[in-house]
């Protein structure tokens, strides 16, 4: 698996960005699920092996599933009101809320350099 990721900061800006223009919407290119299009201007992706995240994985439980990351260095200001008519319309994902994450990873044997 692979995956394309860009942080977010939420703000109360109608100017910012809307986040709607980067959400998938069940948007498919060569048969392959892809976002809308990906975020401009927040530095090239450093890229890493890893795994799934969540909350169920820890340091002791590992995820199943290897996936490439591919994570921008830089923030991107996103909407307020962008993320709220996101999340309000029957989205792909269901999403409603906020969820937790996995806790830091901080045994030196398990980590890999980045490249």
């Not at 809307?18 to 919407?25: E, H, L, R, V």
């Not at 990351?69 to 792909?92: D, E, F, I, L, T």
């Amino acid at each position: 698996m692979r995956v394309e990721s860009q942080v977010f900061l939420v703000v109360n800006d109608d100017t910012a960005p809307d986040f709607g223009d980067f959400a998938y919407d069940g948007n498919m290119a060569n048969g392959l699920h892809q976002p809308k299009t990906l975020p401009q201007g927040t530095g090239e992706p450093v890229v890493f092996m890893g795994s799934t995240t969540g909350p169920s994985y820890t340091e002791e439980i590992c995820s199943p599933m290897q996936v490439t990351w591919s994570v921008r260095p830089s923030c991107m200001k996103v909407s307020y009101s962008s993320v709220q008519h996101w999340g309000a319309k029957k989205n792909v994902f269901e999403e409603d809320h906020s969820h937790g994450v996995r806790q830091l990873v901080t045994a030196p044997e398990l980590l890999a350099p980045i490249n």
